[in-house]
């Protein structure tokens, strides 16, 4: 067990004094954070809205009377983004554990790309489940 965690976890390194990160990491956690957290704002202020929210994808929300409901149409949007920021956090994370090789790349870009191609699926989906007809 001591040979497997050691003194250093990836680019994380355990000392007397706590953790300490190179620069890379630092940067990096600054960039995904930031990121992370921006897609969590979307995320609440979706949930707390009103009026029928978009996609963030170039294409007009649709209004309150071509959704049958509002509340179930922006709670589910204001989720996807909450669940994506979490996501890019935990992707940094285990990045971050994986070390400073190629191999970090896999979960560091997979967790802010695909996401996105499901997020694409489920806001169709979504469409399909609450626009109305006509």
């Given at each position: 067990m001591q040979e497997i965690l050691g003194n250093q976890i990836g680019n994380l390194q355990i000392a007397r004094g706590g953790i300490k990160m190179g620069a890379t990491s630092i940067i990096s956690f600054v960039i995904y954070m930031i990121v992370a957290i921006i897609m969590i704002g979307i995320g609440i202020s979706q949930l707390r809205s009103h009026e029928p929210v978009g996609f963030y994808s170039g294409e007009q929300p649709?209004?309150?009377?071509?959704?049958?409901?509002?509340h179930a149409w922006n709670k589910k949007h204001g989720i996807m983004w909450l669940v994506y920021g979490f996501i890019i956090m935990i992707s940094w994370g285990i990045g971050v554990?994986?070390?400073d090789n190629i191999w970090c790349v896999i979960p560091m870009c997979g967790g802010v790309l695909i996401p996105i191609i499901i997020m694409i699926w489920y806001h169709n989906r979504l469409i399909k489940r609450y626009k109305r007809l006509g």
């Open positions: 649709p209004s309150r009377y071509e959704l049958s409901d509002v554990i994986i070390g």
